[in-house]
């Protein structure tokens, strides 16, 4: 936690930078950085939307690897917090100048078929199915649900022979 006498140096500091970017002295990356740290750690979301306003005047020359790291993780960090909309909207904008409006990429298609995988637990079990194939007199208990997504023939069977059959009838396996 920041001391009282710490946040009135950094409440100065700022005021200092603020003084000197009305003059029209150009951000630099490392200051820009170290302003929007200190913003957001005494919770001052003006400061920091005009932080992120002021962004472009930084110039691009500017820019080095402070920029990746740490400036990337302190903005996508306010991006994942922040619930104040136009920081949100200032902090896509700044993506968007970082890294160009590239089209979002394709998503490919989900499989969304079924699957037919099921916990040991609930397998052969009387207490946990819903419906009891009799094949050739011997029980076997499974789950509707089951079935008909692994197969076509039990979706017809099951279809056939509707819901409220509970035991299946099977004979003459070869």
Same mark, same amino acid.
């Given at each position: 936690?920041? %001391?009282?006498?710490?946040?009135?140096?950094? *409440?100065? *500091?700022?005021?200092? &930078?603020?003084? *000197?970017?009305?003059?029209?002295?150009?951000?630099?990356?490392?200051?820009?950085?170290?302003?929007?740290?200190?913003?957001?750690?005494? $919770?001052?979301?003006?400061?920091?939307?005009?932080?992120?306003?002021?962004?472009?005047?930084? =110039?691009?020359?500017?820019?080095?690897? &402070?920029?990746?790291?740490?400036?990337?993780?302190?903005?996508?960090?306010?991006?994942?917090?922040?619930?104040?909309?136009?920081?949100?909207?200032?902090?896509?904008?700044?993506? $968007?100048?970082?890294?160009?409006?590239?089209?979002?990429?394709?998503?490919?298609?989900?499989?969304?078929?079924?699957?037919?995988?099921?916990?040991?637990?609930?397998?052969?079990?009387? &207490?946990?199915?819903?419906?009891?194939?009799?094949?050739?007199?011997?029980?076997?208990?499974?789950? =509707?649900?089951? *079935?008909? %997504?692994?197969?076509?023939?039990?979706?017809?069977?099951? $279809?056939?022979?509707?819901?409220?059959? %509970?035991?299946?009838?099977? %004979?003459?396996?070869?």
């Amino acid at each position: 936690m920041e %001391s009282r006498e710490d946040a009135y140096a950094h *409440l100065e *500091l700022r005021t200092l &930078e603020q003084s *000197l970017h009305s003059e029209s002295v150009p951000w630099k990356l490392h200051v820009w950085l170290e302003s929007l740290h200190v913003a957001q750690q005494l $919770s001052r979301d003006e400061v920091t939307l005009s932080l992120l306003r002021d962004f472009t005047t930084i =110039r691009p020359q500017d820019y080095c690897q &402070e920029l990746v790291s740490p400036a990337l993780p302190l903005l996508c960090n306010r991006l994942a917090t922040s619930k104040d909309y136009a920081i949100t909207k200032r902090l896509s904008a700044i993506f $968007s100048h970082c890294y160009g409006s590239a089209p979002t990429p394709s998503v490919p298609q989900m499989d969304l078929t079924l699957s037919t995988q099921l916990d040991a637990h609930f397998l052969n079990n009387p &207490e946990m199915s819903d419906v009891m194939l009799l094949v050739e007199g011997r029980p076997f208990y499974s789950h =509707r649900v089951l *079935l008909m %997504s692994a197969s076509k023939r039990f979706r017809s069977l099951l $279809s056939f022979c509707g819901s409220d059959t %509970s035991t299946i009838h099977i %004979s003459d396996i070869t």
